[in-house]
Each structure stands twice: as C-alpha cells, then as structure tokens.
C-alpha cells in the first residue's frame, strides 16, 4: 500500500506543475496503479474459473500499463527516474505472481 500513497503524491506533485504532458501521464499512471489490486479482490468471488483467471489477467494488465506510464514519465523528463523507483518495484514484483497464479489455475 505504500506504493499507493507514494502515486498519489506524484499525481498530487504533477497537478500542481504547469506540464499538462505531466498531468495527463499522471492521471493514467494513478488509474491504472489504483486498478492493480481491484481485480485480484474480485477474483475471490469470481463465478468460474474462466473468471477468475480473466480478473488476474486484468490485473496483470493494470501492472504492465503503470510501468508503462511511470516509464513515459522518467523517458520524457518530467519526473526523475530516481524519483520513480520506489514506485516500479511493486508492479515489476506483481507480474510474475500474477502470471504463476493464472497457469497454476489453468493447470
């Protein structure tokens, strides 16, 4: 959860800047970082395993789309990759769960 509040005050920082690139790239970062997790709760009352295993699967799409826009972010300048870091390890550690999840289901 720590790497959700430190997204909210990166948004918080890029609204307050006069970038609209910023604030548009940080929108999108903070709906797709807030999104990570919602699915995964989902999944537990998931009606099939077919649901189940596609409500993981849009988790690990919200996880690839937050690097995505953290990467923009760094490559663009707007935000300094150090900056960033604490933030890139919990969607880089998320995907490879996510994925041994999903085949272990579909075994």
């Known amino acids: 959860m720590l790497a959700y509040a430190f997204g909210i005050k990166l948004y918080q920082a ?14 999108q970062y903070l709906r797709a970082a807030t999104c990570r997790w919602r699915p995964h709760r989902r999944s537990q009352s998931a009606e099939s395993r077919a649901d189940f295993i596609h409500k993981y699967g849009i988790a690990q799409e919200e996880a690839r789309e937050s690097l995505y826009w953290l990467g923009l972010l760094a490559e663009s300048g707007i935000v300094p990759r150090g900056r960033l870091k604490p ?14 999840i999903i085949l272990k289901v579909k075994k």
């Open 14 to 27: 890029l609204q307050k800047g006069n970038d609209g690139a910023g604030w548009i790239m940080g929108k």
């Open 87 to 100: 933030i890139t390890e919990e969607p880089k550690s998320l995907s490879p769960i996510v994925t041994a």
